[in-house]
């Protein structure tokens, strides 16, 4: 506290005449914290005379008086009288600023000082500059502590110069930005150089805060010799922020509608508005585009319901929205919702306007909660696309003082319209996705065939909204012999047309599998079918070739009777087994090009798999992402599929939780498979001699070996199968000559030759001795057929097996 007068003991002034400011500290209590060297001048009292004693012992006038007027204030000024050590009265200007630090606070007094300055250089008109200059300016001495100031000074901070005389700025302005110019004003005394800084701050008196720039320049006398500081501010709170509009603005661009999802983009919009332009932000969209259904036609009309699908606050918990994310409302026709939806215009408000009342009535919860949080202004702005209306986005202020101005609207206009184009694009692309992957679920196995070679247990993955679904496949296909076929297989590309292209060549995988094409020609019948696939693919705008097609496929032929499975791969991953002592291994497979290329050859492996082996067929989404590289995948899936299991479906949920969370860059497809071996009993095998009076003999064993199985009930067609079978192959085939019958879910009966002779299904005329036996046997059994092997082929015929009681 500086008195209004200064003794002979006082120390010298400085270039400006200014001694040391009076100041001191108080508890909320009013117990004296600190004590300035200046106070003890003016007033006698060493600081550990008054620290620790009541402030208000050295008021010389009403103690109750002067609390009342600090109860309810943050800062206070006006004429005190305080008592000298010598008991005299001090009369003085005293300025009392509420501080808040976290959790505690305190009082800091200044006494004003009645002094004026010594300015240097006598008759230097400066006064008429400080009054009109169009800044504010004010003058330090080398201690920082005001020396003069112009009236805009005095406006800004809602002190007058002689209340500002003596202090530094954090005393005149307690903020933390205060310190900030404090610091600098002391780089220029230590460095002699200008400085300028930006702040934003709010000035006495007023809620909202402002932008200043401020420049700082050393003021030196005629000798060169440093005197004091020179400040200037200016408020450039308009520039700012046309500057922050600018730069959120250019943000918008970057970070909505990184996403295909439409409610990640909602909430990108409501995360960018918070708080930069709004306390609270809520996205509602209709729900006639949940799923990427298409919006109703504009203007939007009649009653209406839309989904909450972002929200955000500065408060925790976000205590202004009445509605949960997700949560559908319906709005009727009369509502202002509906109103404000169907009017497609953005518009702001007061929460004392008509409309925002009426609003209030027909939503008294919601209109409670914004009430409680102090809510005084709110935007609403419609989202819209194309010509098409998606939902509203509302804008709300409660903690920022200033009201929505027209710029605020335009620019809450701006991000909104750019935030509705990639929430219509998600809304596109879900549709889409959704479509392709309908299509895919459609197009895979939607329950296993039913055989008894192996147990089987698959699972398929989309990929991730961002990637698109691929075109992944798998299918597990009964053969003839109770064989089975395994196949898996990965369409290059995403989407639709991905998925077609997948819906294709699974059609005519299981077309060459009926025919029993081995596995390295069937998959080069299946080349022949991509190459024709990307010759007749449309083609690129603008470009002169066709679009590319292709893909990669693994085809396993797995034997129950003899265990041996025959594989051959195009260009795509090898399978893993899992043998029954635990130990895991990837087949060592000839590679093939991938299908499409053409001109190269597919080579397959036979290999013997002991009975409960698991073998596993995966895709490179399983293996391959962002997060890990393939060996890092092919190893997790190795440790996975060593881990003991209580099922093959628990098997397929090890798999896949091994792998990083997060999104899927690609489908994944994983077939697993358990083989199993068909009991010796089952099979009867026979050597057939090529002459005719062999067949009466092949079916006499037939007939002995149904008796057997105790499937006599067969017998009759089985003996004219086996009579027509051996008959052919003794006429038209070569030896040796094998007939073999095998107790499965069916009864196969089976002739094998060494001629490559095909049998052929044709109608005998009247007088024709022959050519019946075939036409019988299509007849009277349920399947029957010819696979081919390198020694020649097998004619097969299939009877379903009497039901039992």
């Known amino acids: 506290m500086t008195g209004s007068a200064i003794t002979s003991e006082d120390p010298p002034a400085g270039p400006f005449g200014m001694a040391d400011v009076v100041t001191a500290t108080t508890d909320e209590q009013g117990i004296v914290t600190g004590w300035s060297e200046g106070a003890r001048r003016l007033l006698g009292y060493r600081p550990e005379d008054v620290v620790g004693r009541p402030a208000a012992e050295l008021l010389a006038e009403d103690v109750q008086a002067v609390r009342e007027l600090l109860v309810g204030r943050q800062s206070w000024s006006g004429q005190v009288a305080v008592r000298h050590r010598d008991g005299r009265r001090v009369q003085g200007e005293l300025l009392a600023h509420r501080r808040v630090a976290q959790s505690e606070s305190d009082w800091l007094l200044v006494w004003g000082a009645a002094r004026g300055p010594r300015l240097p250089g006598d008759g230097i008109p400066v006064e008429w500059c400080f009054d009109q200059a169009p800044c504010i300016l004010a003058i330090f001495d080398t201690d920082l502590r005001f020396v003069r100031t112009n009236a805009d000074e005095e406006r800004a901070v809602g002190l007058t110069e002689v209340q500002l005389r003596g202090m530094r700025v954090p005393e005149a302005v307690p903020h933390p930005e205060c310190e900030r110019i404090e610091h600098a004003m002391r780089r220029v005394v230590q460095t002699g150089e200008r400085q300028f800084l930006e702040i934003y701050l709010s000035v006495p008196g007023e809620r909202r805060e402002h932008a200043w720039a401020i420049h700082l320049a050393p003021l030196n006398d005629p000798d060169g010799r440093l005197c004091g500081v020179c400040f200037a501010a200016q408020d450039t709170t308009e520039q700012y922020e046309a500057r922050q509009r600018l730069l959120l603005l250019n943000e918008a661009g970057t970070r909505i509608g990184s996403s295909l999802d439409m409610t990640v983009t909602a909430q990108q919009l409501a995360e960018l508005a918070v708080p930069r332009l709004a306390d609270f932000v809520s996205v509602d969209l209709l729900t006639s585009i949940d799923a990427g259904g298409e919006p109703p036609p504009d203007p939007v009309t009649g009653p209406v319901t839309m989904r909450r699908a972002a929200q955000q606050s500065i408060l925790q918990g976000v205590p202004e929205s009445a509605v949960g994310l997700g949560e559908a409302v319906a709005y009727p026709a009369s509502s202002p919702a509906a109103e404000w939806l169907a009017a497609g215009m953005p518009a702001a408000y007061r929460m004392t306007d008509p409309a925002v009342a009426r609003w209030a009535d027909n939503e008294p919860t919601q209109a409670a909660r914004l009430r409680e949080v102090g809510t005084h202004s709110m935007m609403v702005v419609p989202l819209r696309a194309r010509g098409t209306t998606l939902g509203t986005a509302v804008f709300i202020r409660h903690r920022r003082p200033e009201p929505f101005e027209r710029d605020d609207l335009l620019l809450a206009e701006e991000i909104t319209a750019r935030a509705a184009v990639c929430i219509d694009n998600a809304r596109r692309y879900t549709r889409e996705r959704t479509t392709a992957v309908t299509l895919q679920h459609s197009l895979l196995p939607q329950r296993p065939a039913e055989q008894t070679a192996l147990e089987v247990a698959s699972r398929y993955l989309p990929a991730s909204a961002q990637a698109g679904v691929g075109g992944d496949w798998f299918d597990v296909i009964p053969l003839s012999g109770a064989r089975v076929a395994l196949v898996i297989g990965d369409v290059v590309g995403h989407g639709i047309q991905a998925s077609a292209v997948m819906g294709r060549l699974r059609t005519a995988v299981r077309t060459l599998a009926d025919i029993d094409l081995p596995p390295d020609e069937l998959l080069t019948r299946l080349d022949d079918l991509v190459i024709r696939l990307s010759a007749e693919a449309p083609t690129d705008s603008g470009s002169q070739t066709s679009g590319a097609v292709g893909a990669t496929c693994l085809y396993a032929v797995y034997d129950p009777i003899s265990r041996r499975c025959t594989l051959a791969r195009a260009g795509h991953f090898p399978p ?94 994983l077939l697993l498979a358990r083989t199993r071996a068909l009991p010796a009993d089952q099979v009867a095998t026979w050597d057939v001699l090529s002459e005719p009076s062999a067949v009466a003999q092949a079916r006499k064993n037939a007939f002995d070996q149904l008796t057997v199985w105790g499937l006599e009930e067969l017998s009759i067609v089985t003996e004219l199968v086996v009579s027509e079978l051996v008959t052919n192959a003794i006429r038209y085939g070569q030896p040796p000559i094998q007939l073999r019958l095998i107790h499965d879910r069916s009864l196969i009966c089976e002739v094998r030759d060494h001629s490559n002779t095909a049998p052929r299904l044709r109608r005998a005329r009247v007088f024709d001795e022959g050519g019946r036996g075939l036409l019988l046997i299509a007849q009277l059994t349920q399947r029957w057929g010819t696979r081919y092997t390198r020694l020649g082929k097998t004619i097969w015929a299939e009877q379903d097996l009497p039901a039992r009681p």
């Open 576 to 669: 893993a087994v899992s043998s029954p002592d635990g130990t895991v291994d990837f087949l060592d497979l000839p590679a093939g090009p991938p299908l499409g290329l053409g001109g190269l050859p597919f080579e397959a492996a036979e290999v013997e798999l002991p009975e409960g082996s698991i073998l596993a067929l995966y895709t490179n989404g399983l293996i391959d992402g962002r997060d890990r590289d393939t060996e890092e995948g092919l190893h997790a899936l190795r440790h996975a599929l060593a881990q003991p299991a209580d099922s093959l479906q628990t098997a397929c949920d090890a798999v896949l939780d091994a792998m990083p969370p997060g999104r899927y860059d690609d489908d994944i497809a």
